[in-house]
Every structure is written in structure tokens, then in C-alpha cells.
């Protein structure tokens, strides 16, 4: 009777998001997971609301290509009484980049580029981009080898972000991801800045995938936003994914949550970055951080990766372009994977869940060889958004999951540990 009620219980999660029924609910025990620990999942996650540490979680899981959980806990919105729903929407911010190079390899497979072409052969103004000679400084030198579609898809291109330059350098997020601009403008601005290091040097968190969302502009002669409408979204059947949000759904997007000078919850949603207003009329379309979307939408994409290109008996990419994805390639120099060990930020910053990892395309890998901090299966790969959004895809366990909240705060680590934890407890031998 218990699993048929968990049975039940997936399937009216599933109607209510209108999610095509592809990805069929299973029983836990079916496919090799432990009911109880995926209790504990649930349990964790909801102690995450009940401790205040959330507002509101949403948390999707699939093994062998069958749902074995979708929970909502919580508030999407405390201070209207609305309550966190599977279907809930959320800013995906950096879990954007992992469909930006899903789009570029897109573009790859057709041969509309090779990946050690130089940047400047689709936007010229790249040729005559500068190179700090100091990270902290204002003098610069030329590239000494050309930037490449390559760096930009392993972030080592040199790009950062406004924070990192000195002021006078005039790098500022109103002149390159800003509501009302176009990724267009923002790109061409940026070429007229300094990179931070020379390309290939080293691994660097910044406007990378930005600058692939506008080279699959040109490749494609399409806007960003229609492109990956007809070529992912439509494909992948993904419900709600995009860079705006319609007014008549906008009741379904969580408000952004941190603690208060009293240490409890307050809404932060005025204090997220301006990269976008998710508004109808939106004309900035990050490949950086710029999509919304639900919990379910983003399992289907790591699916999709998951089944090495396919979903649904659609094809979307060939097997060895999610290869390439997905495998490391980060050297020992141009490491480590880990922007809070960059000085940008308090050297105490406990963002240890990527010790171990490397870098594929725009994504985040587990190598080989141990070091790492979190629970995980050969192979897997993942990242996370700025408002706390995480998932993952674990090739050997057969496993994705997804669990997003919105949140900016210290304790960030919390929702990926309550996640993986309780997952990897649940793998049966």
C-alpha cells in the first residue's frame, strides 16, 4: 500500500506541473534506491524551512530515467501566505550556463564553428582586446595567443566580472548585462575592456557563456531566446524554461530570501543582481545566468545529458558532444576550481563542495583522484545558481537530481549537502 501511495503521489505531482508523462513516476525500491533514505531527503530538505535556513524548496529526483521524487516544503512567497509548488519558478542564474553550451554544441555539430577558432572571426572587435599585465592593475599588454571559442567554453578566456577590475576600467554590470540592453550591446562593450589574464592561463569565473549566448546569435542568425526556444526548449518539451516569465504566471516565481539583522528570513528579492527582470518585453538574454524556470524543466535537460544527447526518443546532440561536455579540461596551472579561493572574496568562505573538480564545457566535473568534499558518483557532473539552485548527473548511479530554493546568505552549501547526502544514502548495493 506504501508504495503505491508514493506511486500515486508522483503522479499527481507530475499533473499538476503538466510535465509530459515521458519521464514515468517509479517506485524508489524499483529502481534500486532506498524508500527510507529518500524520507530522509525529505525530511532534510524540510528541515531546511523549519530552521529557517529556507523559505521554500523544491527538490526532483529520477533514477533510470523514472521519477522517484518531487517535493515542494515551504513558501514560494511568505509575505503573501503562497506556498513553495513543484511547479514553482525560479531564477536559475548560473545553472543557465550548462544550456548555453548545450546550444553552442548545437551550433558545433552543424560545423558552423571549430572550437580553436579565434573569437575576433565572429566578433571582430575581440582581435584588439588587452590583457591586464596585473590582475589589481590598469596597464596592459596584447593577447598573446588569440582568445578561442575553447577558452570561453573552459573559462579560461580571461573574462571576469565588474568586481574584479579596477573601477576606472569602467567594467559594470549597467554596460554589459543590464534589463534593457541586448546581449549584442554588452558583448561589444565588453571586447573594449581588458581581459584579466592572458587566454588559456588559468580557470576564471566571469562573462564566459555570455559571449557564447551571443556567438550562437551570429552562428544561428537568430535571437538567443528564439533559438533556444526552437532548438532546446520545444524539443526537450520544457513547460516553463525561458528568460521571461508571462504576467499570468508570475504568481509562481519563489521571492528571493536572506537572514535578517535578527538572524531570521527577510525577503531579499530587491537585492539580487539586475541581470534581468524576467518581465515580458525582456531584451537581455544572458547565457550567463539569465533563464527561469521549474525544477522539473531542468531535470528533463539533465536527463537529456544523462541519456548522452537524447530524450524522449528525440535527439537533441550526439553522444560524444555530451562527452566533451563533460569531461575535464582543466590542467593542474589553471586551476583551482574554485572562485571563492581567487581573493574576490572572505578567504574563510567555507565553498569547499568543489574541492575535487574539474571543469568540462561551462560545467563542473568530478575527476578522478579523489579530494572531494561531497558525495558524488564517477563521472558526475553539476553546478549551481546564485540564489542557491543545484543539480546534478551521475552516469554511473543512473541518477539526476535538482533542488532549487532562493537564497543569498552564508550556509549555502546546505541545500546541496541535505541533497546529496540523503541520495547517496539512498543507492542500494
Given at each position: 500500500?506504501k508504495?503505491?501511495?508514493?506511486?500515486?503521489?508522483?503522479?499527481?505531482?507530475?499533473?499538476?506541473?503538466?510535465v509530459?508523462v515521458?519521464?514515468?513516476?517509479?517506485?524508489?525500491?524499483?529502481?534500486?534506491?532506498?524508500?527510507?533514505?529518500?524520507?530522509?531527503?525529505?525530511?532534510?530538505?524540510?528541515?531546511?524551512v523549519?530552521t529557517?535556513?529556507?523559505?521554500?524548496?523544491?527538490w526532483?529526483?529520477a533514477?533510470?530515467?523514472?521519477?522517484?521524487a518531487?517535493k515542494?516544503?515551504?513558501?514560494?512567497?511568505r509575505?503573501?501566505?503562497?506556498?513553495m509548488?513543484?511547479d514553482?519558478?525560479?531564477r536559475?542564474?548560473?545553472m543557465?550556463?550548462?544550456?548555453t553550451?548545450?546550444a553552442?554544441?548545437?551550433?558545433?555539430?552543424?560545423g558552423?564553428?571549430?572550437?580553436?577558432d579565434?573569437?575576433s572571426?565572429?566578433?571582430p572587435a575581440?582581435?584588439?582586446?588587452?590583457?591586464?599585465?596585473?590582475?589589481?592593475?590598469?596597464?596592459?599588454?596584447?593577447?598573446a595567443?588569440?582568445?578561442?571559442?575553447?577558452?570561453?567554453?573552459?573559462y579560461?578566456?580571461?573574462?571576469g566580472?565588474?568586481?574584479d577590475?579596477?573601477?576606472?576600467?569602467e567594467?559594470t554590470?549597467?554596460?554589459?548585462l543590464?534589463?534593457?540592453?541586448?546581449?549584442?550591446?554588452?558583448?561589444?562593450?565588453?571586447?573594449?575592456r581588458?581581459?584579466?589574464?592572458?587566454?588559456?592561463?588559468r580557470?576564471?569565473?566571469?562573462?564566459s557563456?555570455?559571449?557564447?549566448?551571443?556567438?550562437?546569435e551570429?552562428?544561428?542568425?537568430?535571437?538567443?531566446d528564439?533559438?533556444?526556444?526552437?532548438?532546446?526548449?520545444?524539443?526537450?518539451?520544457?513547460?516553463?524554461?525561458?528568460?521571461?516569465v508571462?504576467?499570468?504566471?508570475?504568481?509562481?516565481?519563489?521571492?528571493?530570501?536572506?537572514p535578517?539583522e535578527?538572524?531570521?528570513?527577510?525577503?531579499?528579492?530587491?537585492?539580487?543582481?539586475?541581470?534581468?527582470s524576467?518581465?515580458?518585453?525582456?531584451?537581455m538574454f544572458?547565457?550567463?545566468?539569465?533563464l527561469?524556470?521549474?525544477?522539473?524543466d531542468y531535470?528533463?535537460?539533465?536527463?537529456?545529458?544523462?541519456?548522452?544527447?537524447?530524450?524522449?526518443?528525440?535527439?537533441l546532440?550526439k553522444?560524444d558532444?555530451v562527452?566533451?561536455?563533460?569531461?575535464n579540461?582543466?590542467?593542474?596551472?589553471?586551476?583551482?576550481?574554485?572562485?571563492?579561493?581567487?581573493?574576490?572574496?572572505?578567504d574563510n568562505?567555507?565553498?569547499t563542495?568543489?574541492?575535487?573538480?574539474?571543469?568540462?564545457?561551462?560545467?563542473g566535473?568530478?575527476?578522478?583522484?579523489?579530494?572531494?568534499?561531497?558525495?558524488?558518483?564517477?563521472?558526475?557532473?553539476?553546478?549551481?545558481?546564485?540564489a542557491?539552485?543545484?543539480?546534478?548527473v551521475?552516469p554511473?548511479?543512473?541518477?539526476?537530481?535538482?533542488a532549487?530554493?532562493?537564497y543569498?546568505?552564508?550556509?549555502?552549501?546546505?541545500?546541496?549537502?541535505a541533497?546529496?547526502?540523503?541520495l547517496y544514502?539512498?543507492?542500494?548495493?
Open positions: 500500500m508504495r503505491l501511495l508514493t506511486l500515486l503521489t508522483l503522479v499527481c505531482a507530475l499533473a499538476a506541473t503538466g509530459s515521458a519521464m514515468e513516476p517509479a517506485d524508489p525500491q524499483d529502481v534500486g534506491l532506498s524508500p527510507l533514505a529518500l524520507e530522509h531527503l525529505e525530511k532534510a530538505m524540510t528541515a531546511l523549519e529557517d535556513r529556507r523559505a521554500g524548496v523544491v526532483a529526483v533514477k533510470d530515467g523514472k521519477l522517484v518531487l515542494a516544503a515551504g513558501f514560494r512567497n509575505e503573501e501566505g503562497l506556498p509548488e513543484t514553482s519558478l525560479f536559475y542564474y548560473s543557465t550556463r550548462t544550456i553550451t548545450v553552442v554544441m548545437i551550433n558545433y555539430e552543424e558552423r564553428f571549430k572550437l580553436d579565434p573569437v572571426k565572429y566578433i575581440f582581435a584588439d582586446t588587452p590583457v591586464l599585465k596585473d590582475r589589481k592593475g590598469t596597464e596592459t599588454e596584447p593577447q595567443t588569440p582568445l578561442t571559442i575553447y577558452h570561453l567554453l573552459t579560461t578566456s580571461g573574462l566580472y565588474p568586481f577590475y579596477d573601477p576606472s576600467l567594467v554590470f549597467e554596460k554589459t543590464w534589463p534593457g540592453l541586448t546581449i549584442k550591446e554588452g558583448v561589444d562593450y565588453l571586447a573594449t581588458p581581459l584579466l589574464f592572458q587566454p588559456g592561463a580557470w576564471y569565473y566571469g562573462f557563456s555570455d559571449v557564447l549566448g551571443r556567438l550562437v551570429i552562428w544561428s542568425g537568430r535571437p538567443y528564439e533559438f533556444l526556444q526552437e532548438r532546446v526548449f520545444d524539443p526537450l518539451d520544457l513547460k516553463d524554461m525561458g528568460f521571461t508571462p504576467d499570468d504566471d508570475w504568481h509562481r516565481m519563489a521571492e528571493v530570501y536572506a535578517g535578527d538572524g531570521g528570513l527577510v525577503n531579499a528579492t530587491a537585492r539580487v543582481p539586475n541581470i534581468n524576467f518581465r515580458d518585453g525582456e531584451t544572458s547565457g550567463g545566468g539569465g527561469a524556470g521549474t525544477a522539473m531535470l528533463r535537460v539533465a536527463q537529456m545529458l544523462l541519456n548522452g544527447g537524447k530524450l524522449d526518443g528525440k535527439r546532440l553522444t558532444s562527452a566533451l561536455m563533460t569531461r579540461h582543466l590542467t593542474p596551472d589553471q586551476g583551482p576550481l574554485n572562485w571563492y579561493a581567487q581573493g574576490r572574496f572572505a568562505d567555507p565553498w563542495r568543489l574541492n575535487g573538480y574539474g571543469w568540462g564545457l561551462s560545467i566535473v568530478r575527476a578522478e583522484g579523489g579530494g572531494h568534499a561531497i558525495a558524488g558518483g564517477q563521472g558526475e557532473f553539476k553546478w549551481d545558481g546564485l542557491n539552485t543545484t543539480y546534478l551521475d554511473e548511479n543512473a541518477i539526476v537530481a535538482v532549487l530554493t532562493q543569498l546568505g552564508p550556509g549555502q552549501d546546505d541545500l546541496e549537502m541533497l546529496r547526502t540523503s544514502g539512498a543507492v542500494l548495493d
